[in-house]
């Protein structure tokens, strides 16, 4: 009784205190461009002491699977040798063992070639003539090398292929260069995603990107030192948006402005308080 | 049919002895009201049978096919045999004895190695499990609370980060494989035969 009398009321209270939020939140999902910039410039923070930044968080997903740990390695053993164990023969082993039966009486004394009825004159390939032949067609084919060893730079995005990496940027941010997300300050008339999508854009790099969603996925706040600060302006907000990368991208980029880090490094290029925030929501898997 | 020849002279005497040319009397013969005398005496008389017939015959007919759409229906209302699912058919080779493996039996060392490995395992992956459960978990935890201060910051903003995205599905991204991609490679036909049964109903 309560759940049913719960799922109307919710409705009629938000139309009620919520001075026709509902309405417009129904037409949300036509939510075109034109629409917005035609509301932003009387909502866009008015009073708000912060400025906006929007910024990128690109990742080069992995592209060969990971190395196993010690105790990965053992249970994988495992596995397969009780499945071993635990299966039938398959045709090709019952043909090995006719055919090593058949060896065997070959090289007895008292053979008689009489009994052998099927082949006759025909050229007899055995399995094992097979498994050779397959083996050496394999070993015809070379596969690209799993790990490219220590010669790559951290500039490069063929680095540690099996894990996922992020784009750091060395930026002005008031008088110092700070390795940090690419970001891109907010300009009127533009949603955050579109800011991120600028910010991605302003790279000397040409990457194909696709973005998870309209939603940032984290945030960060700093204040401005004081003799900066400002008439209106305490500080910046930087709102991050995450970006997955689509093709790889082979264009070497500046050693000492962009960097392709894994999550165990990120320690080693950003401030404490930025890592912080920027390890919640990249994820290691 | 006595009667009949008798008519057939009578007409033919006044045909002939009102035109006395032969090609009258040809056509005469040759009309199919005048049959020859020679011929059997079958024909015109007989025709007049078969108009009874077509009042039983179509309803006869009607019958017949009504029976036959009824024989079709009781046919058709059988429900079509199910499609067998070739999975869950054990196949008639893994009842073969030949195919028996011989296992040899394991010592006292190697199944206490194996349970000791089970349990590891069973620990390592819930750790693992834990561990991935709390990373999302922040990584969810920190959305909200960006989506929390941009609501703060702006309503419009806020309402255009929390719609839908249209152009994100589908989505579509290569997995990680053993080795990394080749470039420029160019991979050699591969040639198959497909023999999957294809059942109709």
Known sequence: MAAPFRCIYRPLWRVITGSGRLTVGMRNISFTENHFSATNHKTASVGSPWTLHGAVCLQRLPVISQDRNPIEEEFSGLMQQMELER??????????????????????????????????????????DLEDAW?????????????????????????????????LIKQDVGSQKVWLLPQVQWKAGETLRQTAERALAHLPADVKATFLGNAPCGFYKYKYP????????????????????????????????????????????????????????IMSL | MNMAGIVCRTLSRVVSSQTSCCSSVVSVRHSHWFTSILSPKTSVPLRAEPKKKKKVDPRREQMMKERLKKKLKKLERVPPELIPIEDFITTAKCFDETRVREVPKLSFEETERRALLLK??????????????????????????????????????????????????????????????????????????????????
């Open chain 1, 226 to 281: 004081k003799d900066i600060q400002k008439e209106g302006s305490v500080g910046a907000k930087v709102f991050f948006f995450k970006a997955v990368m689509c093709s790889p991208n082979h264009l070497p980029l500046e050693k000492n402005s962009f960097a392709w880090v894994k999550k165990d490094e990120l320690k080693d290029f950003l401030t404490p308080e930025y890592l912080k925030q920027v390890n919640r929501f």
């Open chain 1, 135 to 167: 083996e050496q067609k394999l070993k015809q084919f070379h596969p690209a090398q799993r790990s490219n060893g220590d010669k790559l730079d951290v500039s490069s995005s063929e680095r540690c292929l099996a894990d996922s990496l992020v784009l």
């Open chain 2, 120 to 201: 590891h395992w069973s620990r390592y992956k819930f750790s693992q499990h834990q561990a991935e459960m709390a990373e999302i978990k922040e990584a969810l935890e920190a959305q909200r609370q960006a989506l929390e201060e941009l609501k703060i910051e702006s309503e419009d903003l806020y309402k255009a980060a929390i719609g839908p995205d249209t152009d994100l599905f589908p989505f579509q991204h290569q997995g990680p494989c053993y080795t990394p991609p080749i470039p420029n490679y160019e991979a050699p036909d591969g040639k198959y035969n497909d023999i999957t049964r294809v059942y109709t109903q």
């Open chain 1, 87 to 128: 299966s039938l023969l398959s045709d090709h082993e019952l043909r090995l063992l006719e055919d090593a039966a058949r060896m065997s009486r070959k090289q007895e004394e008292d053979y008689d070639s009489d009994e052998e009825e099927d082949y006759g004159d025909k050229e007899i390939v055995t399995a094992q």
